[in-house]
């Protein structure tokens, strides 16, 4: 957590790769600049402009609470261990997936209610 707010990441476990010690070996593919620069076809940025449109981002496994799966919450005590969490989870039944409620604006999510709501 930074600055003291929880923060998960919700993944199924077909994305995780347990053998990667962190983020840095993660190729992030690169969207096409005509996602940012066009809209409907018309150009909306000045020619020329540099655009850097990722795909996705990783964000540093010191700043992640917890990865929420369709096999359960791995939480972070200080690291991962996400080859131990697999091995765990591995005979652990995937539920359907529940539609998700609606929250009262403004509701802090704290770790224990994100488990609370992964029970259910």
């Known amino acids: 957590a930074h600055f003291g707010v929880p923060f998960f990441v919700a993944a199924t476990l077909t ?3 347990p053998n990667m010690p962190d983020g840095a070996g993660i190729p992030i593919e690169e969207r096409s600049t005509e996602e940012i620069t066009h809209s409907n076809g018309r150009r909306v940025a000045p020619e020329g402009i540099q655009v850097f449109n990722p795909a996705f981002d990783v ?3 010191a700043l992640i609470t917890g990865i929420i799966t369709e096999r ?3 939480m972070s005590r ?4 996400m080859v ?6 591995a005979s ?4 359907a997936a529940p539609q998700p409620e ?3 604006v403004g509701q802090a999510l704290t770790e224990d209610s994100a488990k609370e709501y992964i029970v259910k």
């Open 84 to 89: 131990a969490f697999m091995a765990e989870k």
């Open 59 to 61: 964000t540093p496994a």
């Open 92 to 95: 652990v039944p995937v539920k």
């Open 78 to 81: 200080g690291a991962f261990d």
């Open 15 to 17: 994305t995780v790769d």
């Open 72 to 74: 359960g919450a791995a």
């Open 102 to 104: 609606l929250r009262v």
